[in-house]
């Protein structure tokens, strides 16, 4: 039994994704002809209460067309040192956008509105603009940590106070979500743009999503063209988001539920120092005594997939096809560790 817990996308369609991929109605999507893409970006814009959708070939396409919305060049993005946008995406903010990036630290990945202030830059011949912040909820680095609605109002208040857009990689936002049953509305009207990875716990083989402003996605489209990423007959792939929204939303709390457990039993091993606290699917251990390499060579023989995730980290992710027996399992490889 291989147990890949390397990440959330390596989950495969279910039988029901899979029918409603092959039944999808389709037509060319560049010319805003696929019924089912149209029918993906109305559904998602609607429920959280925003005009407008764009479907995408990855998370990091939705972040950088963002990006690239809300900055200029000699411009500046502030988001958390850990953040996707600044640590995975290849330099993007530099290379699509010409902007600069200022990074704060921040328990569990997040930051605070007063951060946020004091890292406005003044207006002065020396600075970039300070002309964007970016979130990220649920937190990658920080474990899969959750920001409340009551700590991302204050930050729309100074983003409102200093006229600056505030954009939400949610590449995991649902995780969030499902446990604090918050309002997607009211999340949609904090902020400018919201990205949401479909291709992740929800279970979708590819896709994101951005939603925005219907002016703010017209300008999308164009700078997804020059991205390379206009798909033509992506009903195909729109059709699995459309599924997930329906049918693979809640199941995120087993999810959960397994990280918390699987976070419990790595507690007890004798080389893990500190387990973040788990808030959703992510688990981050902290070693001692052997180093990440190590450790996961030492699990792979065993059939346990994790990822290194720091100089004496390492992470696991639960997802659709870890059920209860492959925590069992993991349970069983560790104890014998
Ligand atoms: C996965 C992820 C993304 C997007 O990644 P893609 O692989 O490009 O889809 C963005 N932000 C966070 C926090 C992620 O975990």
Not at 56 to 84: F, Y
Not at 101 to 128: R, T, Y
Not at 184 to 205: M, R, V
Request: charged share 25%.
């Amino acid at each position: 039994m291989i147990i890949d817990l390397r990440s959330d996308t390596v989950t495969r369609p279910t039988p029901g994704m899979k029918e409603a991929m092959f039944s999808a109605s389709i037509g060319d999507d560049v010319f805003g002809e696929d019924p089912t893409v149209n029918a993906l970006e109305e559904k998602i814009a609607g429920m959280f209460g925003m005009e407008a959708a764009i479907f995408c070939p990855s998370g990091t396409m939705t972040n950088q067309i963002a990006i690239r919305l809300h900055t200029r060049i000699q411009t500046e993005v502030i988001c958390h040192k850990n953040s996707h946008i600044y640590l995975y995406e290849g330099g993007g903010i530099m290379a699509n956008s010409l902007a600069s990036v200022k990074l704060l630290d921040g328990d569990l990945g997040k930051i605070s509105a007063e951060q946020v202030q004091s890292s406005i830059n003044p207006d002065d011949v020396h600075a970039p603009e300070t002309t964007l912040v970016s979130l990220e909820n649920t937190m990658n680095k920080g474990g899969g940590s959750i920001y409340r609605l009551d700590e991302v109002r204050p930050i729309r208040k100074v983003c409102n106070e200093y006229g600056l857009k505030l954009h939400l990689d949610g590449a995991r936002f649902f995780n969030a979500l499902v446990e604090t049953e918050e309002s997607s509305k009211d999340w949609g009207a904090q902020f400018d743009t919201i990205s949401i990875c479909l291709s992740k716990g929800l279970g979708c083989p590819v896709g994101s999503v951005l939603l925005g402003s219907k002016a703010d996605i017209k300008r999308a489209r164009k700078v997804r063209k020059v991205f390379g990423g206009g798909m033509r007959q992506a009903g195909f792939l729109s059709a699995a988001g459309i599924y997930a929204l329906d049918h693979q939303v809640e199941r995120l709390k087993e999810d959960h539920l397994r990280a918390r457990a699987l976070g419990k039993i790595l507690e007890k091993l004798s080389v893990v120092s500190e387990v973040f606290p788990v808030a959703t699917n992510i688990v981050i251990a902290r070693l001692d005594g052997v180093s990440p390499a190590e450790f996961l060579s030492n699990l792979e023989a065993k059939g346990v997939r994790g990822v290194k995730f720091g100089p004496d980290l390492v992470r696991f992710v639960t997802h659709y096809d870890f059920g209860d027996d492959h925590l069992n399992e993991f349970e069983k490889v560790m104890a014998a560790f």
